[in-house]
């Protein structure tokens, strides 16, 4: 049997994030293990799929999420929003799938960081996703020069992100602690109609600092 990985829009409608071949494989899943189960009720729901009639798990419940594999039956993984298992929980369901043997198959559909790199003009070739950064201040700023140095040496961009709420702290600690040369993008709203996506060195940010607010948001440094 096989764990599909399905992504989930960012924004807008499944039929305009996901290919047509995503969505009908979709749609002849009846077991999905998932992030949020309102959100992932609302996307199947969208897709016309009857969602009573579905066996929902969510991630870290006290609940067997294999339990459809084992019963010889497809299991849908789902994100909250974007691809399942990167920066998100469902990575040890598919940890737990390869363990026991079971095909892992990732459905094709949007990705922010991946995006955010596309869009960006940095360095494509050498890239790294480092999560997210620390909370506190000192230890913050700590890691950010230490990814700026890792870049400037191994001319590589570093991607990171943030919980919506802390974008503005997040890029003020980046406009005090990094080289005017250094560039920055900040990519917010993709695919979504505010969305914004600016690359600049440090020392234009500083002149004109926008402010980001809640919205989600992708941060790629290039020091090289």
Not at 31 to 45: H, I, P, Y
Not at 69 to 79: A, I
Not at 119 to 147: N, T, V, W
């Amino acid at each position: 049997m096989i764990l599909y990985a399905i992504p989930t829009p960012l924004g807008g409608s499944p039929e305009e994030a996901l290919p047509a071949p995503a969505l009908e494989k979709i749609r002849g899943i009846k077991d999905f293990v998932v992030e949020n189960a309102k959100s992932a009720r609302a996307f199947l729901g969208a897709l016309g799929i009857p969602v009573r009639e579905l066996n929902i798990t969510v991630v870290g419940e006290n609940r067997d999420p294999l339990a459809p594999l084992r019963g010889k039956r497809p299991l849908g993984l789902l994100s909250e929003a974007g691809c399942p298992a990167i920066a998100d929980p469902g990575a040890a369901v598919v940890e737990a799938a390869h363990r026991e043997g079971f095909r892992v198959v990732p459905l094709i559909g949007p990705s922010s960081i991946v995006l955010a790199l596309m869009a960006s003009g940095l360095e494509g070739q050498r890239f790294a996703f480092c999560g997210y950064l620390p909370r506190e201040a000192a230890d913050r700023a700590k890691r950010i020069r230490e990814l700026e140095q890792r870049s400037k040496r191994e001319k590589e961009t570093e991607i990171f992100i943030e919980t919506p709420y802390r974008n503005d702290v997040l890029l003020g600690a980046l406009l005090e602690c990094c080289s005017g040369k250094t560039r920055l993008c900040v990519a917010a709203d993709l695919t979504l109609p505010g969305e914004s996506v600016q690359t600049k060195p440090i020392a234009e940010w500083r002149r004109a600092t926008p402010t980001i607010g809640r919205r989600p948001a992708v941060f790629l440094v290039y020091a090289g």
